[in-house]
């Protein structure tokens, strides 16, 4: 889709068979074309003195310098800033990434880490347990023993008593 265009032809007062400027307008942009090519895209351009418009020739070549002067400016300033915000963001990514690698490797360590401290855990209460069970097998097992002699030693008690009470009966028989 084209925009809207305007086209002007200036000729040469000596001879009209040559064009001294061509201009052509198209939306916002200006081209003025003479026997050396000038391009320039400003918004206005005011004419300081238009019954002598050769006086403003160079106020117009001086014009178009400091717009390319400071379209170059800008150009550097816009490359300046584009390679600062590339490095910025560069240095970012790195950042976020050397970061991210450091959580990931602090949460593998911490998991790894609990997953060890549990199984310590759990193989302690294990041996608890099983040293309770066997203290407790160990104490059935001694008291069981202790019954066996306590019963073996009464009955050793039974056999004296009743040697001391036939003794008793012999002595009463002989003092009787």
Do not use: C, F, W
Not at 20 to 37: C, E, K, L, Q
Not at 143 to 159: K, M, P, W
């Amino acid at each position: 889709m084209s925009g809207k265009s305007s086209n002007l032809n200036l000729y040469a007062s000596d001879n009209l068979a040559v064009k001294s400027v061509h201009i052509v307008s198209v939306d916002a942009g200006v081209s003025y074309t003479s026997p050396s090519t000038v391009t320039m895209n400003q918004p206005t351009l005011a004419v300081k003195n238009p019954a002598d418009a050769s006086k403003d020739v160079p106020d117009l070549l001086q014009k178009l310098k400091d717009m390319t002067d400071a379209s170059n400016a800008n150009a550097s300033d816009i490359a300046t800033n584009t390679a600062s915000i590339s490095a910025e963001s560069t240095a970012r990514a790195l950042g976020d990434a050397t970061l991210q690698g450091n959580l990931d490797a602090e949460t593998a360590a911490r998991t790894s880490a609990d997953t060890t401290l549990q199984s310590n855990i759990d193989t302690e209460a294990a041996t608890r347990a099983a040293a309770v069970t066997a203290e407790g097998d160990a104490r059935a097992a001694a008291d069981s023993a202790l019954d066996v002699r306590v019963t073996a030693l009464e009955g050793v008690d039974t056999g004296y008593e009743t040697r001391i009470a036939s003794l008793e009966a012999q002595v009463a028989a002989l003092t009787a």
